[in-house]
């Protein structure tokens, strides 16, 4: 993901980076303070802004899709949205995941997918913890109040249902 991150560039003005983990919360406070997010929006339960399991996400009309079995954590073909799509409430052992960017209910402050959606690494490390790097927000297949925007945690490397943001320096 950090290789990937670093060639994220538009010419040579510019580097970049997975974020940082002190980045992901000053995100999370930005959000609070200019994008009209209470802390319980980022810190406790931020279904009413991401894409979880419990979150109803209505009239996208344009993007992709796709099923996860979240007993294989094996994910379906991506499906072009055609007319007007509306996530399905789904088993418990599914989850859709979206394609970024594809719907106003998961952007802040022109921010896609920062809840929600799946997890994202970052090069903050943990002191306890083995893995390189923490993955944070949250995941399609999960209620919104399980992991809200600001959760860290760590997963094993690599793990597939983790993507990453970049951080665009210039």
Avoid: H
């Avoid at 306890?128 to 945690?153: E, H, L, V």
Wanted: hydrophobic residues 30%; glycine residues 8%.
């Amino acid at each position: 993901a950090q290789a990937l991150a670093k060639e994220m560039t538009p010419n040579s003005k510019y580097t970049s980076s997975l974020m940082f983990g002190i980045q992901w919360d000053l995100v999370c406070k930005y959000l609070e303070v200019k994008g009209g997010l209470s802390v319980a929006d980022i810190n406790s339960n931020s279904t009413s802004w991401g894409n979880y399991e419990n979150a109803k996400i209505e009239n996208i009309t344009s993007g992709k899709y796709a099923i996860m079995d979240t007993n294989t954590w094996n994910l379906g073909t991506w499906t072009t949205i055609s007319g007007s799509y509306t996530k399905p409430n789904t088993s418990p052992d599914k989850c859709t995941l979206l394609s970024t960017g594809i719907t106003d209910y998961t952007k802040k402050m022109n921010i896609y997918d920062f809840a929600g959606n799946e997890w994202e690494w970052t090069l903050e490390k943990a002191f306890d913890s083995p893995t390189p790097c923490a993955c944070r927000g949250g995941f399609c297949s999960y209620a919104g109040s399980n992991f809200p925007a600001s959760f860290r945690g760590y997963s094993n490397v690599p793990d597939c249902d983790i993507g990453f943001r970049c951080a665009l320096y210039k």
